[in-house]
């Protein structure tokens, strides 16, 4: 956690509103291995980081909200008796989309202000939204001593991106955000909502992120297409969801199916498969195993699921060509962010360094790597 991050906001809160906040921290979050599998009620691999979003939060004197977004210098102020999504609203939306989600509930709450700011890169697929999302609704639940769960306040923050952003997200981001845990990841069944917490032991090996920087605008209503498909097998399979499919009964129904609509189904359902095998090899320490997993899941996203763009495909390349990585794949929504991959410890200066140059070569422009570490999830930090 950014302890200088936490100091400024505070400083902020103070110097705008003239009193003491309550202080949160909202993790983002990798996953492992998992794409799109979240609102086909599957399984995913996610696991919280120490890169998050600092909310500070307090109750306001006047009769409105006033919110203060640190990072890009901007305000906004709104009333309680008048929330509805915003055209072109950004980070707003997420804000008042946990208000009006709350309100639905018939959850009453008072007039609040708040400043945030996160060190989560933008645009990195790490889930900032679901950490702001889940740093406002765990603010209020302690400001107002609202008494909800986790659990209530993972699906306010969903519904809120449903309904208020116009993404409908499954449920994995605001999950690994608010339930993560030091050091560990998550296997997660998105029907239960239950998981199984793995010790992330590589070894010689560890996590690096590689940021394509390429801008993925287009994933929302991408990501809402690829949904839509999703859904229509389900139906035509007459099940709730692809959670329930299998190779063999998506084959009966091929023929009423576009070869892209079969190959995007097959994905998922292969894709599940893979989660629940990485889970396996990890707990026998079969670390390669795992790597192979990551690089049959970016074939899969890349070919069947066409999520992927060539910054991508071009790292997750050039990381197989290199026998210091034994996994790699794009994370997240698709078409930009990053990729993830299982490196040697001691190869890590020398890839770090021929990527970065490789890729401005080939693109002419910057790759980011981060390195994380695996973090608790959204708490109260004063």
């Not at 700011?117 to 765990?138: M, Q, R």
């Amino acid at each position: 956690m950014n302890t200088e991050l936490t100091a400024y906001i505070t400083k902020q809160f103070q110097e705008n509103f003239g009193e003491n906040p309550l202080i949160i921290h909202s993790p983002g979050r990798i996953n492992l291995i998992g794409e799109h599998t979240d609102y086909n009620e599957g399984f995913v691999f996610p696991a919280a980081i120490n890169k998050g979003i600092v909310t500070a939060i307090g109750k306001s004197n006047n009769s409105t909200c006033k919110i203060v977004a640190s990072d890009l210098e901007e305000t906004y102020e709104f009333a309680l008796n008048d929330i509805k999504p915003i055209p072109n609203g950004q980070w707003r939306n997420y804000i008042i989309g946990v208000v009006g989600e709350l309100q639905k509930r018939e959850i009453n709450i008072k007039p609040f202000n708040v400043v945030f700011g996160g060190d989560i890169p933008k645009g990195a697929g790490l889930s900032s939204s679901a950490a702001l999302e889940n740093s406002i609704v765990f603010g209020l639940n302690e400001l107002f001593q609202l008494g909800l769960t986790k659990e209530e306040m993972i699906d306010i923050s969903q519904k809120a991106e449903h309904n208020y952003v116009g993404v409908r997200c499954g449920i994995m981001d605001q999950y690994a955000s608010m339930f993560g845990e030091k050091d560990r990841a998550l296997l997660l069944d998105c029907r239960t909502l239950q998981a199984k917490t793995y010790p992330l032991e590589f070894n010689d090996y560890q996590v690096m992120l590689i940021n394509t920087n390429v801008s993925h605008n287009l994933v929302d209503a991408e990501y809402n297409d690829r949904r839509a498909v999703c859904e229509k097998v389900a139906s035509l399979l007459n099940v709730d969801f692809l959670r329930d499919a299998t190779e063999a009964t998506l084959a009966t129904i091929k023929n009423q199916l576009s070869e892209s609509e079969y190959q995007k189904a097959l994905y998922v359902i292969q894709e599940n498969k893979r989660v629940l095998d990485a889970g396996g090899f990890l707990k026998k320490g079969d670390i390669k195993g795992f790597g192979d997993l990551l690089f049959k899941a970016h074939y899969g996203a890349q070919h069947q699921f066409k999520i992927s763009c060539k910054e991508l495909d071009f790292l997750v390349e050039q990381a197989k060509e290199n026998p210091n990585v034994i996994g790699a794949r794009m994370m997240g929504g698709g078409f930009g962010g990053c990729t993830i991959n299982i490196i040697k410890k001691a190869a890590v200066n020398t890839f770090s360094t021929l990527i970065s140059k490789t890729y401005k070569t080939q693109f002419n422009k910057d790759c980011s790597i981060y390195f994380v570490e695996l973090s608790q999830g959204t708490h109260r930090i004063n």
